[in-house]
Nanobody, 117 residues
Framework: VQLQASGGGLVQDGGSLRLSCAAS????????MGWYRQAPGKERELVAR???????NYADSVKGRFTISRDNAKNTVYLQMNSLKPEDTAVYYC????????????WGQGTLVTVSS
């Protein structure tokens, strides 16, 4: 599985961005997809994830501001980010995985989101 993330960039405090991550290769419909982020000097953390059935989970820090969605026909996951804050600045990574099957766990290359104050 190959993942191609896009949509990062520079935005002002309070602005919005939409990230996309397209999966290609031998994909399945039972996988989950997620967005993680890593800020300088910090560990990678979960931002949001979505199961094949559409169930979602969000980090407390982004609840009410970010929305994750997926288009199974396109094998693509999206992250709509609104009301962005400088502390959202990080490299955002998408992940494609099947729970409890570590051999099916793939990461995208990352896309940089910078929020200026």
């Amino acid at each position: 599985v190959q993942l191609q993330a896009s949509g990062g960039g520079l935005v002002q405090d309070g602005g919005s961005l939409r990230l996309s991550c397209a999966a290609s290769g031998s994909t399945f419909s039972i996988n989950a997809m997620g967005w993680y982020r890593q800020a300088p000097g910090k560990e990678r953390e979960l931002v949001a994830r979505i199961t094949s059935g559409g169930s979602t989970n969000y980090a407390d820090s982004v609840k009410g501001r970010f929305t994750i969605s997926r288009d199974n026909a396109k094998n693509t996951v999206y992250l709509q980010m609104n009301s962005l804050k400088p502390e959202d600045t990080a490299v955002y990574y998408c992940r494609w995985y099947i729970t409890a099957m570590p051999e099916y766990d793939y990461w995208g290359q990352g896309t940089l989101v910078t929020v200026s104050s």
